[in-house]
C-alpha cells in the first residue's frame, strides 16, 4: 500500500509540472527572451542606426562626391531620423549582407533586397517600400488598360524573364496573343517606342529609367516588392521601421523619393 502511495504522489507531482512547463517556459522567454528580443534600445542608447546597403548599385545606391546616395540612402537616412537617431552606413556586397545582419554587424539591411520566404526563419521585412515587378507598358492613349485588352496584339518581352514567362502564360489563355522576345529591356521598350509592339512587358525599374517619352506604364501583372530587412527577433524595432515606412507612403514623403531616383 505504501508502495502504491508514494508511485501515486510521484504522478500528481509530475502532472503538476507538466501542467506548470507552459508557464514556465513563458516566464523564461519573458524574462530572458524579451531582454534580447530587440536592440531598438541600444540603437536609441549609441544614437545610430546601423545599415548593412551596398555601395554601387544605381539608383538604389551609390556614391556621389564621395558621399552615399541613392533611393536606399536616402530612405535609410528618413527612417534613422524617424527614429530619432543618425545612420551609419556599412558598405558591403550583395553577398555578405545577411551574414553582417546575422552576426550583429549591422541593424538592418536597406539594399534593394526582394521580399524572400526563404530567408524567414532568421530573418524579417518591413513594409515593402519599392516594386520591382513586372508591368505592363503601353504607348500614350493606347486604349490597353490591363491583361484582357491585349487580345491580337503585339507583345515585347525581354527572353527569358518574368514577363515573357507571364506572357506566354496568357497566350495559352487569350484566342491571339503575339510575342516579340528582345535580349534585353531597353530592346524591347525601343520596339514599343517605335511602334514595332503596342504593349512591352518588362520590369518596373527598365520602365522607370526608360528615357523616350510617349509611353506609360498601366498596370503591375506581377509583384517584387522590396523592404528593409531586420533579424526576426528585432520585434520591436521592425514595428517602429513599419510605422515610419507607413507614415512616408500616406504623406507621400516616399513616392517623392522615388520620383527622385526614378
Known sequence: MQSFRRRSRRAQIAIVLLA???????????????QGDDIFDEVHRRGALYVGIEGDNPPFSLLENDRLAGLDADLARALAEALGVEVHFVVMGYDGLYDALAVGRVDVLISALRVDP????DFRYSVPYFDAGQVL??????????PADLEGRAVAVEFGS??????????????ELHIQPYDAPVAALDALADGKADAAIID??????YGRAGIEA???VSAEPYAVVTRVESAHLRAALDAALQAMIED??????????F
Open 118 to 121: 526563404d530567408w524567414w526563419e
Open 252 to 261: 507621400g514623403r516616399l513616392d517623392a523619393l522615388i520620383a527622385r531616383w
Open 162 to 175: 518574368e514577363g515573357d514567362v507571364w506572357a506566354r502564360e496568357q497566350q495559352r489563355r487569350l484566342k
Open 218 to 220: 498601366v498596370t503591375t
Open 137 to 146: 507598358v503601353v504607348p500614350d492613349g493606347s486604349g490597353i488598360a490591363g
Open 204 to 209: 518596373s525599374i527598365s520602365a522607370r529609367l
Open 20 to 34: 506548470a512547463l507552459p508557464i514556465a517556459v513563458l516566464l523564461v522567454w519573458l524574462v530572458f527572451g524579451r
